[in-house]
């Protein structure tokens, strides 16, 4: 399987904290894209990297690819309460795409 | 904004009985998909639809499940025969050229 697989399952963070959440995945993609879904809601495209590209930015989020080790990384900065949600990161390798397990954030006022 | 639009949101059904979902992807989105979530799990790809015709279906997505779009705009999942494990929120989600998917608000199915 090349789902993404994110890491941790769950983080806890304090209002003004960043937080980093990771995402190994398992065969050569086009490219990985990071969702974020409220609890019980749909899914909502945060930013896609392209495989040739190493880092993106896009308002507080920062996204880095690493290709030769399979990973990347979200980082929320100055994180808000309503940044509580659940991310995950999804691979697409020329046929469709597919998504980890997940990291749940909460963030606490 | 465009959206992908999915009905009912949430639907009930008996065990054994058949259920419609329906979407509405984005009108000039070629690439049609749908995944489901059990409450407290991962995303799971069901089928993707290019070209009125399924493009790759998952192990997930057996006889028992069938895709159509009927009319142009409508894209559905039937599911025939439903069991107690199809309960889960079904996503429906579009694409202009498979890059950076739209979903809908997803379908939550309670199947009793």
């Known amino acids: 399987s090349q789902q993404g697989e994110e890491d941790p399952q769950a983080l806890s963070i304090q209002e003004g904290e960043n937080a980093t959440m990771n995402c190994s995945y398992k065969?050569?993609?086009?490219?990985l894209q990071w969702y974020r879904q409220n609890s019980g809601r749909g899914l909502v495209h945060l930013i896609l990297?392209?495989?040739?590209?190493r880092e993106k930015h896009s308002g507080r989020l920062r996204v880095t690819l690493d290709t030769s080790k399979k990973s990347s990384s979200l980082l929320i900065t100055a994180s808000r309460a309503a940044d509580t949600a659940s991310y995950f990161c999804a691979t697409d390798n020329n046929n469709d795409m597919r998504f980890g397990a997940g990291t749940r954030l909460t963030v606490k006022p | 904004e465009p959206e992908v639009t999915q009905t009912p949101s949430h639907q009930v059904t008996q065990m054994g009985q058949e259920v419609i979902l329906r979407c509405v992807p984005i009108?000039?989105?070629?690439?049609f998909y749908w995944y489901r979530q059990i409450l407290g799990q991962k995303v799971e790809f069901l089928v993707s639809?290019?070209?009125?015709?399924?493009?790759?279906k998952s192990e997930i997505f057996d006889d028992q499940f069938s895709v159509e779009r009927p009319d142009g705009s409508n894209f559905t999942l039937k599911i025939r025969s439903t069991k107690l494990e199809d309960s889960a929120m079904y996503f429906c989600?579009?694409?202009?050229?498979?890059?950076?998917?739209?979903f809908g608000s997803g379908t939550r199915l309670t199947v009793v």
């Open positions: 639809f290019y070209n009125n015709e399924i493009s790759e």
């Open positions: 065969t050569s993609i086009n490219n």
């Open positions: 989600a579009s694409s202009v050229n498979r890059r950076g998917y739209t």
């Open positions: 009108s000039n989105h070629l690439y």
């Open positions: 990297i392209r495989s040739n590209e």
